[in-house]
Every structure is written in C-alpha cells, then in structure tokens.
T-cell receptor
Framework: AQTVTQSQPEMSVQEAETVTLSCTYD???????LFWYKQPPSRQMILVIR??????QNATENRFSVNFQKAAKSFSLKISDSQLGDAAMYFC???????????FGTGTSLTVIP | DAGVIQSPRHEVTEMGQEVTLRCKPI?????LFWYRQTMMRGLELLIY????????DSGMPEDRFSAKMPNASFSTLKIQPSEPRDSAVYFC??????????????FGDGTRLSIL
C-alpha cells in the first residue's frame, strides 16, 4: 500500500515570510495524484492545491505552490507571504489512478507568528 | 451547491450507548468515505463505498463499528456499544465517479464524538 510521510509535526513562520512543508510518499505507480489539504481550528478540510504526477510543471494557486519531484517522490508545499489565516494543520494526500483510494499523511501544524 | 452534510456536529454520550453518525454526500457523488481523526493516530480511513457498496472496510476497528449506505444520498456509521477510546472526530467525504482522477475528496464538517 502507498504511504505518505510528513516529517514535520510542527512548523512556524513569521507573518509575511515564506515557509515550506515537506511530504514524501512511497508508491510503485507511475500515474497518480497529489493534494494538500488545510484544516483550520474550525476542523473543516479545505483543498489547497493539487498536482497530477504526469505533469512536470509545478502547480500554483496564488500564494501556494508545490515543488513536485517525481523521482524523489517528494511533494512539498510552499506558502509565500504567510498570513495569520494560514495557521492550520496541513495534510498531504495521495490518490491512486486506479481507484478512489486516498492516503493521508499525519499532518503538519503550522503556526504563523505576528 | 450544498457540500457534504454530517450530523450531529457534536455528540456526547455515556459508555455502552449506541451512537449513530449520519452523512449526506454531495448530490451526484457515488463514492463515500468515513474517516476517524485523533491526535494519536491522525486521519484513518474506516470504510469506503462505491455506488452504495462497501469496497474496503479494513479500517473498521472492530465489530462494534458498522456502516451502511442504503441509497446514494445517505450513509450511517454506527458504534454499539461505544467505549471512551472511540472518542474522536469522524469525517465523511465524497467524490464523484467518472470525473477526472485529479478530483479531491469533499469533506463534511465532521462529528466530534465524546464517550464518557
């Protein structure tokens, strides 16, 4: 089975600075999909960004971008110009191409310091 | 467009009682997932359904847990009898079939369950 590893249980960043959250995964598939979800204290799970493994170009959504390194099986999330509202738990997720199974990492708790 | 709807939002009950959590997926979505989230174990997949049929229930912790999906618009997760270690936030999520596989899961707001 695929596994997703987030090695940073907690991270902090100064407001307006940039922070990178790491995620690695283990798979034997060549085609798959990767996601970052944000879970604020309200506990909603909000999609931040997604990446298709067949695409070489890194996905970008406003202040959020990813560094997708397929050979290294790495999928990090970069948050630029951090804002107080970015404080949340962030989950990395992997979806197989052959079904609807999702695999989640254990999450990184991000604190934004004013 | 309504999202995934879960009820109740909070549930507090005594050990040994039966607990029923409910979920209404997004209309048109035909895959539904139940997750449990705790500080210790993170987000765990309990079971998922495809077209109302359970596909993978390997995450269901024990026989005290059961899940049903009688139709495309409703699912329940039942715990009987409940135990304090079942205290967690339970999420329901859904996704559409036939859509591009880059589609994310859509989550409900979760049910915070506390077993005293």
């Amino acid at each position: 089975a695929q596994t997703v590893t987030q090695s940073q249980p907690e991270m902090s960043v100064q407001e307006a600075e940039t922070v990178t959250l790491s995620c690695t995964y283990d798979t034997s598939e060549s085609d798959y999909y990767l996601f970052w979800y944000k879970q604020p204290p309200s506990r909603q799970m909000i999609l931040v960004i997604r990446q298709e493994a067949y695409k070489q170009q890194n996905a970008t959504e406003n202040r959020f971008s990813v560094n997708f390194q397929k050979a290294a099986k790495s999928f990090s999330l970069k948050i630029s110009d951090s804002q107080l509202g970015d404080a949340a738990m962030y989950f990395c997720a992997y979806r197989t191409n052959t079904g609807n199974q999702f695999y989640f990492g254990t999450g990184t708790s991000l604190t934004v310091i004013p | 467009d309504a999202g995934v709807i879960q009820s109740p939002r909070h549930e507090v009950t005594e050990m040994g009682q039966e607990v029923t959590l409910r979920c209404k997926p997004i209309s048109g979505h035909n895959s539904l997932f139940w997750y449990r989230q705790t500080m210790m174990r993170g987000l765990e997949l309990l079971i998922y359904f495809n077209n109302n049929v359970p596909i993978d229930d390997s995450g269901m912790p024990e026989d005290r847990f059961s899940a049903k999906m009688p139709n495309a618009s409703f699912s329940t997760l039942k715990i009987q009898p409940s135990e304090p270690r079942d205290s967690a936030v339970y999420f329901c999520a859904s996704i559409g079939q036939g859509a591009l596989s880059n589609q994310p899961q859509h989550f409900g707001d979760g049910t915070r369950l506390s077993i005293l």
